[in-house]
């Protein structure tokens, strides 16, 4: 099987490619691991690290997509497990933590996906409504691996399923902050996963453009009167990409979701908002029993706009499920947006700086949500009055931080750049506030300036992508 990236997002247009570079890592220790039929071999790669990873014989699988045979894949600064159904030798270069396990839940999860095939069939043959399905669960309790096989597998079976991200902490092919609807219908590329690996070239294959909308910050809680119309907003423009397109609209939804909102009542009402938004009528609960109890009582009896019930789905987690602690998951937010910019080794991009002058850019900081004043508003609301932005001139606080350029005009209400897509990012690589300019990075040559810019607070500063 052809390695195949998974979409072009967001990059101010397309870009010509420049040769892919080459230079493989430097040839470490080499084992060749024989794995048992129903086995895994789950892996951890440091941030910095490579191994490469080559399937002899049998048949194996990331996630639900499968592994070419005596291909040489790269894996960098990941965690994750190959796991094979019928048993394979694998070998292995360089260095990792790693152990082999027996036992995994993917028996059940195989399944899940079967009953999601008979809706597809069934919806396709005008019988019922296509699978919307809604992922919730503890932080690390593999929703977005879940996800990712559930996708991977439906698209084995022909499928072009319509991913949705709800979770800016983590981008889906793209960079975090964002949320994004993406139909899928080639392969996952395996080496980049897809949550740290946006792209502004082109891809190899024709693709479908995801949908990208920028929250900007790192958890839904942190701004719900933000959020809620972006989510709404994304909802609005997946369901109707669904009706433009049969092939996605009978392999439906699937919806990745932040562990916080699975997390007691302030993230329940989000739930809520997500399953009435997006007319969610599976949900699979990932690994909490409490959760699973407290989704029964909130939606039983509900009925979404077509009328249909929701079914609830417990699946147990993964023993493979590893927390990914703090630096972790800076750093992968970091190669995400260099990746942004600059490319993966198999494809090499070439951004463009340009001097922007301070009073040709239009900047909108993202405010906060206060939890002092919230709590002492009635019902711990928020303070409805403020503006979602505040227009804001460029200082040195904005140096090394990533702005969304919009698809708006630059005289539009606050409501519209919101409510807007986003065209690509930005990175602010210098800032001379002296002479009232500053340095940006773009994937292209593009004019920034007539176009409304947000600021959020994620992703944060990072280090100095340049010099
Ligand atoms: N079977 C497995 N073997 C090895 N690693 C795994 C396995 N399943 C998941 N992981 C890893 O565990 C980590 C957590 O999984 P995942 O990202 O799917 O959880 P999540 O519930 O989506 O997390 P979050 O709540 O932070 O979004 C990831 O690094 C993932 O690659």
């Known amino acids: 099987m052809a390695q195949l990236s998974?979409?072009?997002?967001?990059?101010?247009?397309?870009?010509?490619?420049?040769?892919?570079?080459?230079?493989?890592?430097?040839?470490?220790?080499v084992a060749v691991h024989e794995l048992q039929a129903n086995s895994e071999w789950r892996f951890e790669v440091a941030i910095g690290r490579s191994i490469e990873v080559k399937v002899l014989s049998g048949t194996a699988e990331l996630f639900g997509t499968e592994l070419a045979l005596n291909h040489t894949y790269t894996f960098r600064g990941t965690k994750a497990a190959i796991f094979t159904w019928h048993g394979c030798r694998i070998e292995v270069t360089g260095a990792c933590e790693e152990y082999t396990a027996e036992e995994t839940p993917m028996v059940l999860y195989v399944n899940t996906h079967f009953a999601l095939e008979k809706l597809r069939d069934d919806a396709s043959k005008g019988k019922g409504e296509s699978p919307r399905v809604l992922v919730v669960g503890p932080t690390n309790a593999g929703k977005t691996s879940l996800v990712k096989l559930l996708t991977a597998y439906a698209i084995r079976m022909g499928r072009q399923p319509m991913v949705i991200n709800t979770d800016s902490r983590e981008g889906l092919?793209?960079?975090?902050?964002?949320?994004?609807?993406?139909?899928?219908?080639?392969?996952?590329?395996?080496?980049?996963?897809?949550?740290?690996?946006?792209?502004?070239?082109?891809?190899?294959?024709?693709v479908k453009l995801p949908l990208c909308y920028y929250y900007g910050l790192p958890s839904p809680e942190d701004n719900t009167r933000l959020f809620k119309p972006v989510l709404t907003r994304m909802a609005l423009a997946a369901t109707s990409r669904l009706s433009d397109d049969q092939a996605i609209k009978d392999s439906g939804m699937i919806i990745d979701t932040p562990g916080v909102v699975s997390q007691g009542k302030g993230g329940y009402d989000l739930i809520s908002h997500i399953v009435s938004e997006f007319s969610v009528n599976i949900i699979l609960v990932l690994g909490s029993e409490r959760l699973h109890s407290d989704m029964l009582r909130r939606f039983s009896g509900y009925r979404t706009t077509t009328g249909?019930?929701?079914?609830?789905?417990?699946?147990?987690?993964?023993?493979?499920?590893?927390?990914?602690?703090?630096?972790?998951?800076?750093?992968?937010r970091e190669a995400a947006i260099r990746e942004y910019f600059f490319g993966d080794p198999k494809r090499t991009l070439s951004p463009h700086t340009q001097q922007v002058n301070f009073d040709d850019?239009?900047?909108?900081?993202?405010?906060?949500?206060?939890?002092?004043?919230?709590?002492?508003?009635?019902?711990?609301?928020e303070d409805t009055e403020l503006e979602l932005y505040e227009k804001v001139e460029p200082s040195s606080m904005i140096l090394n931080c990533?702005?969304?350029?919009?698809?708006?005009?630059?005289?539009?209400?606050?409501?519209?750049?919101?409510?807007?897509?986003?065209?690509?990012?930005?990175?602010?690589?210098?800032?001379?506030?002296?002479?009232?300019?500053?340095?940006?990075?773009a994937p292209l040559n593009t004019r920034i300036t007539d176009r409304p810019m947000i600021w959020g607070s994620w992703p944060e500063a990072t280090m100095s992508l340049i010099g």
């Open 361 to 381: 850019a239009t900047i909108y900081k993202i405010r906060e949500a206060n939890p002092m004043l919230a709590s002492f508003l009635p019902g711990g609301e």
């Open 402 to 441: 990533i702005l969304a350029v919009m698809y708006a005009a630059l005289n539009d209400s606050q409501e519209t750049i919101r409510d807007a897509t986003v065209m690509g990012f930005v990175y602010v690589a210098e800032v001379d506030e002296k002479k009232r300019r500053m340095k940006i990075l």
């Open 6 to 29: 998974g979409v072009a997002i967001p990059g101010l247009g397309q870009a010509a490619p420049t040769a892919a570079s080459s230079a493989p890592a430097v040839a470490a220790s």
């Open 308 to 332: 249909e019930t929701i079914t609830l789905v417990k699946l147990d987690k993964s023993g493979g499920c590893v927390d990914r602690d703090d630096e972790f998951m800076r750093q992968t």
């Open 173 to 206: 092919l793209s960079i975090p902050g964002s949320l994004t609807a993406t139909p899928f219908a080639s392969i996952i590329d395996v080496e980049q996963g897809w949550g740290s690996s946006p792209t502004s070239g082109p891809s190899p294959v024709p």
